[in-house]
């Protein structure tokens, strides 16, 4: 309160209503602080602020009238007033000394009423004052949110693309050349994730430090939103310097973010447009910034791409598959192939593989490559997987009951794992479709399983206790650690495709595929071999011990009825032309 009663002074604020009580009454009156310093005073009070410390000690006691007197040797008493704001004091008001050569008032109680009038009124200009403060102190808020980022303090989206409008006009009169840059934090999600939010807000401003660094003075940075920042230099020569500026940035982000005792890693894609070459407008410049970025994103992450023309028509039309793509999961426009695993031993079909389809009204049949990874991406993989999963086990509960007892391997994606919810819904559609747990194989590919490892581990032990197999799908593509390979609650073990069609004429390939083989015996693990599609690397895979063979050798995918007919006819090698 006490910078509010030095403002209020300082102002003048006290000025007359101080001398126009001296005048009137003759007394002297003061203003003192809590630790009994005078701030104002009209005329002379006895004393020193020694002394009005002592009096303050014991101003609560006693004080019936809301003041308090204090007798001096000469028979004279002063008023001390407590000043109370929100049950605290800003300061006493002291007036005296009181008696009847000096005071000018009648009766003292007038006197006394008139001070406690004006204690009444100090309290009104402090109140007063004080709400100004806030007001100003909320309208300089509402600046602030107004034109900076609250997270980093940098300048927000509309005063970037004010600023932005102006330097594309002086480009326009001066014929520059100006690049705009469009960042976004590849796996900032994570960071929240793991830290939680205060810690992704400590990684966003680093980043903005980050940026600044290399921008300076040469242009302007702002944080759009979420993760995602942009940053203009309106003094490039040409687009290889541009070029050099925007790789520069995503190399800064690939270093180590130090918080607290946490080492981050938050890597950056970077996109670039130039004035005039990609746009001569500042909306068009920003659209194809971001189309560039986005290209980035879906190139591999951690790298800087310069717009290009075929850019934005690949990103409106992945705008308009994302639409399309929430329809057919509400629709469940989706249909199911299958493809079937060879027995070495038995020679016969044992296991098939539910692969999805997207049965489009327009396009007809969409291989999953096309859609799954914006279904990650959206958020839609986690029911379009529940969908998945409960068809392919109600269509094995299916085949059981026409005398077939194939199994059914279904594929998930890691978000479908991290979901808390994921194990009780496998009971749940097993409960439901009646499948016995055992014919049911769920496959996660190592690369994803092994981002969190320790979680994951936990989640598949669940889903093995519930009598589910798995299976570690793509094996060799990943991080291929020994050092966990052990741990996991895992039946089978896939050996991925990029390693088969090399097996026959790369002695290497060769030897990394009996290292495998040898590998999964030793932990009792099955193999499968992928993507199988000539004769020769069936024989050699086989001979090599690996129990089951996938791929267009045995047969493509088929329709649920294909296979099971495929099933009865024998289903044994010599019969694969027919689905050929």
């Not at 014991?58 to 040797?73: A, F, H, M, P, Q």
């Not at 088969?500 to 595929?513: F, L, Q, W, Y």
């Not at 993507?531 to 649920?560: H, M, N, T, W």
């Amino acid at each position: 309160m006490k910078y509010l009663l030095e403002d209020l002074i300082e102002a003048g604020e006290f000025d007359d209503i101080f001398d126009d009580f001296f005048i009137s009454t003759g007394l002297p009156l003061g203003l003192i602080d809590n630790k009994g310093d005078m701030l104002i005073q009209s005329g002379m009070i006895k004393g020193d602020s020694h002394t009005y410390a002592e009096w303050l000690k014991d101003i609560t006691v006693n004080i019936n009238e809301g003041y308090r007197l204090y007798g001096c040797s000469d028979g004279s008493s002063y008023a001390v007033f407590p000043i109370n704001m929100e049950s605290k004091s800003a300061g006493y008001l002291i007036s005296g000394p009181l008696n009847l050569t000096n005071c000018r008032i009648s009766e003292s109680s007038n006197l006394l009423l008139t001070l406690k009038i004006l204690c009444h009124l100090i309290y009104e200009k402090i109140k007063s004052k004080k709400a100004r403060v806030a007001q100003e102190a909320a309208e300089k808020q509402l600046e602030i949110c107004t034109l900076l980022d609250p997270v980093t303090y940098l300048p927000n989206r509309m005063q970037f693309f004010q600023r932005l409008d102006i330097e594309v006009g002086c480009c326009k009169a001066g014929d520059a050349k100006l690049a705009l840059f469009s960042l976004d934090l590849d796996n900032f999600k994570d960071i929240n994730d793991a830290f939680g939010y205060e810690y992704g807000d400590i990684v966003l401003r680093k980043s903005a430090e980050q940026l600044r660094k290399i921008i300076g003075s040469r242009g302007l940075v702002c944080r759009f939103g979420g993760d995602q920042f942009a940053a203009f230099i309106s003094d490039v020569k040409d687009e290889e310097e541009a070029l050099h500026i925007g790789e520069s940035i995503a190399d800064l982000f690939k270093s180590i973010i130090r918080v607290d005792d946490y080492e981050m890693l938050c890597c950056a894609s970077v996109g670039i447009a130039l004035y005039p070459d990609h746009g001569r407008e500042y909306k068009a410049l920003i659209k194809n910034a971001d189309a560039a970025m986005h290209d980035a994103k879906s190139s591999g992450k951690s790298q800087c791409k310069l717009y290009e023309s075929t850019m934005a028509i690949e990103v409106k039309s992945r705008t308009l598959l994302e639409v399309e793509l929430k329809k057919a999961v509400d629709e469940e426009q989706f249909l199911l192939y299958y493809q079937p695993l060879l027995d070495y031993k038995s020679g016969r079909i044992t296991k098939a593989e539910a692969l999805i389809r997207w049965d489009h009204p327009q396009y007809g049949l969409i291989p999953p490559s096309e859609f799954i990874n914006i279904a990650e991406e959206d958020g839609l993989i986690i029911s379009m997987g529940e969908w998945v999963l409960r068809t392919a086990c109600e269509q094995c509960k299916t085949w059981h009951d026409n005398g077939c007892p194939l199994s059914v391997s279904v594929n998930i994606s890691a978000i479908q794992l991290q979901n808390d919810f994921f194990a009780e819904s496998v009971r749940n559609i097993l409960n439901t479709t009646g499948l016995d747990p055992k014919y049911l194989e769920l496959e996660v590919t190592e690369s994803e399983l092994i981002k969190r490892i320790d979680e994951n581990i936990d989640k598949l032990k669940e889903l093995r206790d519930m009598g589910v197999r798995i299976a570690l799908d793509d094996f060799g593509t990943g991080y291929s650690s020994l050092s966990y390979l052990y741990m996991l609650p895992i039946s089978d073990l896939k050996i991925d495709k990029s390693f088969i069609d090399e097996v026959c004429s790369d002695r290497r390939i060769e030897a990394i595929i009996d290292g495998i083989i040898l590998l999964s015996k030793g932990l009792d693990l099955d193999v499968t071999a992928e993507g199988v599609e000539k004769e020769e690397q069936f024989k050699l895979l086989a001979d090599k011990g690996c129990d089951r063979i996938q791929g267009y050798y045995i047969s493509r995918p088929l329709e649920a009825s294909r296979l099971e007919e495929f099933y009865t006819s024998g289903g044994a090698v010599n019969d694969f032309s027919m689905v050929l």
